[in-house]
């Protein structure tokens, strides 16, 4: 069935660092891909979306980048301040199959160390 | 302001009790769905509506039901809870329009002892 990798679970960066979160999906028939950030008790939000006609999509201090070929897709997150840290989702969907399911990856728990 | 509404938002319940997990949106969106989530970790789609009259089972098997009978509503129920249905359940509900995002509600969190 449909699935959605996501790497890596866990990630510590030093305040100002970069961070970058990967997800691999296996529908190639997958045309929408947003990320969701969740705060501590929090819902999930939406950060950033890309669709597969754009490679690339930034927006201040963050961006996507898509890769069709491989059916991957990332989040960079740079000069990171200690709010970035949260679970960080990234999903996929097909929005011309009519069912418009998200499948969602695991979760990366990003820690921004002070 | 339109948002997306889940009560109640912590629930304590007894094994074998019925419930009913509420849901509202005031955005007029047609697309609802219920998510559980352990806190912190991977979000399983349970139920999903396309519009008033329709519901769907999502990916993971669930001894829940749903009803959407109007375009604002969409309320779970678990006819016979037990402990392993203690979890966090998310309602979420997009619009029509392509790229419209998933908007979340701010959960129930379920506790079945």
């Known amino acids: 069935g449909e699935n959605v990798e996501q790497h890596p679970s866990t990630l510590s960066v030093q305040e100002g660092d970069s961070a970058v979160i990967k997800c691999t999906y296996s529908?190639?028939?997958?045309?929408?891909f947003p990320w969701y950030k969740q705060e501590l008790g929090k819902r999930p939000q939406l950060i950033i979306d890309i669709r597969s006609n754009v490679g690339e999509k930034k927006d201040q201090r963050i961006a996507v980048t898509l890769n069709k070929t491989a059916k991957h897709f990332s989040l960079h997150i740079t000069e990171t301040q200690p709010e970035d840290s949260a679970v960080y989702f990234c999903a996929a969907s097909n929005l011309l199959s009519g069912t418009y399911k998200y499948i969602f990856g695991t979760g990366t728990r990003l820690k921004v160390l002070a | 302001e339109a948002d997306i509404y889940q009560t109640p938002r912590y629930l304590v319940i007894g094994t074998g009790k019925k419930i009913t997990l509420e849901c509202s949106q005031t955005?007029?969106?047609?697309?609802m769905y219920w998510y559980q989530q352990d806190p912190g970790m991977e979000l399983h789609l349970i139920h999903y509506?396309?519009?008033?009259?329709?519901?769907e089972k999502g990916d993971l098997s669930s001894e829940s039901t749903v009803s959407r009978i109007r375009t604002e509503h969409f309320p779970l129920t678990l006819e016979s809870a037990r402990p392993s249905h203690t979890s966090q359940y998310l309602c979420?509900?997009?619009?029509?329009?392509?790229?419209?995002?998933?908007?979340f509600g701010n959960g129930t969190r379920l506790t079945v002892t």
């Open positions: 979420a509900s997009k619009g029509q329009a392509n790229g419209s995002p998933l908007h």
């Open positions: 955005m007029g969106h047609d697309k």
């Open positions: 529908d190639s028939a997958s045309n929408y």
């Open positions: 509506s396309y519009g008033v009259n329709s519901t």
